[in-house]
C-alpha cells in the first residue's frame, strides 16, 4: 500500500519522499534528514534521487551507472562503491549497518525507505 502511495505522489507533482528521518524534496533539490540540511554532489543527489523514484525494486549496478554516469560508465562499478559509501555515510543513521541502501550482492542495490 505504502508503495502505491508513493507512486501516486510522484505522479501528482508532489515529489517529497519520506523514509524515517530521511526527506527527498525532490522539486526544490533538497535533502533533509532529522530536519537537518544534507548537502550532496550532484552524483550523490543523482543516486538519491534514482533509488527514490524506484523504492524497494533492485537497480542493477549497470542500470545505476548509465543513468548516473551516462552509457560509457556501465561497466565502471569502482565508482558506484565508491559514491554509494559517501551517500550511506550522509544519509544513514549507521552507515556500517545501512538499513535504507542494501547491496543485493553480484547485481546491485535497492532502496528501502520504510
Do not use: C, N
Not at 26 to 35: D, E, F, K, S, W
Amino acid at each position: 500500500m505504502r508503495v502505491v502511495q508513493r507512486r501516486r505522489q510522484f505522479s501528482h507533482g508532489q515529489p517529497v519522499y519520506s523514509a524515517g528521518t530521511l526527506e527527498v524534496d525532490l522539486t526544490t533539490r533538497t535533502v533533509r534528514r532529522a530536519g537537518q540540511e544534507i548537502h550532496l554532489s550532484a552524483i550523490e543527489y543523482g543516486l538519491l534521487r534514482m533509488f527514490v523514484q524506484h523504492p524497494g525494486r533492485v537497480l542493477t549496478h549497470g542500470q545505476i551507472l548509465r543513468e548516473v554516469w551516462g552509457p560509457q560508465a556501465s561497466e565502471r562499478r569502482e565508482y558506484l562503491r565508491v559514491y554509494i559509501t559517501h551517500l550511506r555515510k550522509k544519509i544513514e543513521e549507521d552507515p556500517a549497518q545501512p538499513s535504507l541502501i542494501k547491496t543485493e550482492q553480484g547485481i546491485g542495490y535497492r532502496f528501502m525507505g520504510e
